[in-house]
């Protein structure tokens, strides 16, 4: 093949591509691929067909302005088409827009509206005198469909305008989108209510006497297989089938992404469930305006929507110059997560309508616009295998081992599968393509698998029922999602893991003890518990492979300095169950020795302040083992010392009983930090000023609440003070 061939055959593999995916995603709203593929196809053919005008095609996906209607709702006619944007990816790409609009603007510096791409479903509202009379999703941009009773039940959509001076008519064009907290609410609701039919759905078998635990009504034949439809109300379910010995819900209940979500809720058939659902709607632009003096920029069509009702971004912003539009990039970029709602980019738009209408348009998008996008936050891989991993308290997690692939600019090898509910929900199977997303710094997540892409042969995970590390037998956790490991101390990976929290920085703090050194020493059977690590000698480290002298000598240093301790690190380096930093300062100020502690019943614990029954339950059974007791002794006789609690309970007493405010930035302390410090004197802080107060302490940046002292005439510590104060009473304590 010539290179015009080759080119020519791949326009035509790209076209049927784009539709079968365009098509997946617009109208049976269930994506094969993630948005970003689909972006990377659609650019690849706008750059063919640019370079080769030749196999110019009126049905080419690039020559139409949107997708086909599922066909639920009535048609109904824009009375101007709903364009869609074109994307620019890099910040190169982004100059090269500007650069072609300043060559027809002729301007040197040209500015531009800036705000956030939102990723929801855009709609078109029609007002006339002052009412909403019309709202419409915007289908495939010429036609859409009629959803204006659903459209009714947002609450942040406008049913009448607001303010006099009102246009005949106006159409305004927005986003409907859900939030990321109203997204999880509302997939735990529909988790909870398809498990309620559920369970009416048994009963009532049971009363006729018959079971429907085999019962095969929804399964698409007995495929170990899962479809996907659109349901009667236009509801998104995939229906999964019963196969042989794994059992799995019966059916996906839930939305894959907010966006999904959405969409979904949208157009409902019913307007009453749409009501139920949390979205919500930000509006960008006038498409029809008939009244007095009509907005001459895009910043005045945002002023005067705003006036109207309307909520517009509130990170929309004036940008001279595009260097400064890709300012806000970042700036949005590094703050995505911050904001409630899924956001995918940042759009562009010429700020004049006069240079707009300059500009105009091109088939699809118009030419004074662009989106540029972020990195893509979900991307596909493969699986290459499942592996459970053993936690320090037995708890054993699926972890999917990926190719590896890079996800909004970090590499991403391991995906969490949770649990085996996770994985069954999921039905991931070694072999399977599965869509991965990462957001912000949380580890990375499967979010679904793409069935399409199963290779033949391939079979449902088998949770393991044994510990692939000791062989101990795994128990799932009454009442919980959580499966464990049985074998305590003989396996050696809740050895490696207790072991590495012991020395962790909040417990005994041994620097130079990784998780590596941690394995090795395990491995050769150096140390089968902690108070092993204090009978280390500068031999048995040396033949360690990665220990040279001197790192020998400073390890030994470093375990020999961890012996002087404190009676909360030492409680947290046990490892007591739900015994964290707070909580061990809670027991330390509250006994004075570790006897103390120990003697305490689960009564007498779940009575001290902040201690509850679960927490109290964990500490009398961790003290009522005699392996921990031991232990415990043995550390002690090695040389593990902490002051007892007469000096914690001295520091616990100085400031007892005051109380304090914090109000502004301090720079040498956080919030938290100053809080415990304040508490493990005896102080409380409270969060408003009132005359009870004792101190005030002001950071930089202070707000009311220092005027507000200085009102009641309240001692005000700024921050030098306030350091002086704490070290005072330690020293003299
Ligand atoms: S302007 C003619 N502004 O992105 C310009 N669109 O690919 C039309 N979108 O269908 C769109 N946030 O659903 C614009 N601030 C924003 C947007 C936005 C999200 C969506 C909208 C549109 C798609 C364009």
Redesign the pocket.
């Known amino acids: 093949m010539n290179p015009r061939e080759e080119a020519q055959h791949r326009v035509e593999e790209l076209r049927r591509e784009i539709h079968k995916h365009g098509h997946a995603y617009y109208t049976l709203d269930d994506p094969r691929i993630t948005d970003h593929e689909y972006d990377q196809l659609f650019q690849e053919l706008v750059d063919l067909e640019e370079q080769f005008p030749e196999f110019h095609s009126e049905s080419s996906p690039t020559q139409r302005v949107g997708s086909k209607l599922a066909g639920a709702f009535a048609e109904i006619r824009h009375a101007v088409s709903?364009?869609?944007?074109n994307?620019v990816f890099t910040d190169q790409d982004a100059r090269d827009f500007d650069r072609r609009i300043r060559e027809v603007t002729e301007a040197d510096t040209v500015e531009y509206l800036v705000?956030?791409?939102?990723?929801?479903?855009?709609v078109s509202l029609v007002y006339e005198h002052r009412k909403l009379i019309q709202g419409a999703t915007?289908g495939d941009g010429e036609f859409g469909e009629d959803v204006t009773r659903n459209v009714r039940t947002i609450r942040s959509v406008p049913l009448e305008l607001l303010t006099d001076s009102t246009p005949a008519l106006l159409e305004v064009?927005g986003?409907v989108f859900m939030g990321r907290k109203g997204f999880e609410l509302l997939n735990r609701r529909l988790i909870q209510e398809e498990a309620e039919r559920e369970r009416i759905k048994q009963e009532k078998a049971k009363e006729s006497g018959k079971d429907i635990s085999t019962d095969q009504s929804e399964s698409d034949g007995g495929q170990a297989n899962s479809v996907s439809k659109t349901d009667a109300k236009g509801e998104e379910v995939s229906v999964l089938s019963p196969t042989n010995n794994v059992s799995k819900p019966a059916k996906r209940v839930t939305y894959m992404n907010p966006r999904n979500a959405a969409a979904g809720s949208l157009r409902q058939l019913d307007p009453l469930v749409t009501s139920k659902r949390p979205l919500d709607a930000?509006f960008?632009?006038i498409a029809r305006y008939e009244g007095p003096t009509p907005p001459e920029s895009q910043f005045d069509q945002l002023e005067l929507l705003k006036k109207l009702g309307f909520k517009v971004?509130p990170e929309?912003k004036l940008a001279h110059g595009i260097e400064e539009c890709l300012k806000v990039h970042q700036s949005l970029l590094d703050n995505r997560d911050r904001i409630d709602y899924d956001?995918d980019g940042v759009?562009y738009?010429v700020n004049s309508t006069a240079d707009q209408e300059k500009l105009g348009f091109v088939t699809r998008?118009?030419r004074w616009?662009a989106?540029h996008k972020f990195p893509a936050q979900e991307r596909t891989t493969t699986v290459k295998e499942i592996d459970i991993q053993i936690g320090r308290t037995g708890a054993a997690s699926p972890v999917a081992r990926l190719k590896p692939v890079e996800v909004a600019g970090v590499v991403v090898s391991n995906a969490t599968l949770h649990n085996e509910d996770e994985i069954r929900r999921l039905d991931v199977r070694v072999g399977d393509t599965v869509i991965i997303r990462r957001a912000g710094d949380v580890i990375p997540q499967v979010v679904r698998v793409i069935e399409d892409q199963r290779p033949e042969g391939t079979e449902p995970y088998k949770f393991p029922t044994e510990c692939p590390v000791c062989g101990s037998s795994i128990v799932r956790d009454e009442d919980a999602a959580v499966s464990r490991c049985t074998g305590k101390l003989i396996c050696q990976a809740q050895l490696i893991q207790g072991i590495s929290y012991f020395v962790s920085r909040g417990a005994m703090d041994i620097e130079g003890l990784g998780p590596a050194v941690v394995g090795e020493l395990v491995d050769q059977s150096l140390v089968h518990d902690v108070a092993d690590l204090y009978r280390l000698t500068v031999d048995q480290i040396m033949s360690l492979e990665r220990m040279a002298e001197k790192s020998t000598r400073n390890l030994l240093t470093a375990i020999e300095k961890s012996k002087q301790t404190t009676m909360p690190k030492f409680l947290v380096a046990l490892g007591i169950p739900h015994v964290g930093e707070s909580t061990a300062m809670i027991l330390s100020q509250e006994f004075s020795t570790l006897e103390e502690l120990m003697s305490k019943s689960q009564a007498e614990l779940s009575e001290v302040h902040g201690i509850g029954p679960i927490v109290a339950e964990g500490i009398d059974s961790f003290f009522s083992d005699e392996r921990n007791r031991r232990t415990i002794e043995d550390l002690i006789n090695c040389g593990v010392e902490f002051e007892t609690s007469a000096t914690n309970k001295r520091l616990a007493s100085t400031l007892q009983s005051q109380k304090f405010v914090l109000t502004g930035t301090l720079s040498e302390m956080t919030r938290t930090e100053a809080k415990k410090q304040l508490e493990a004197r005896g102080a409380s802080v409270i969060s408003s000023v009132s005359k009870n107060i004792d101190y005030v302490v002001v950071g930089e940046n202070p707000g009311s609440k220092a005027k507000k002292a200085q009102e009641l005439g309240i001692e005000i510590l700024d921050e030098a003070q306030f350091a002086a104060m704490l070290a005072e009473i330690e020293d003299s304590g």
Request: aromatic share 4%; glycine share 4%; proline share 7%.
């Open positions: 709903m364009l869609s944007l994307n705000e956030p791409k939102i990723d929801g479903l855009a915007r064009r986003e930000m960008y632009s971004s929309a956001i759009v738009k998008a118009p616009a989106a």
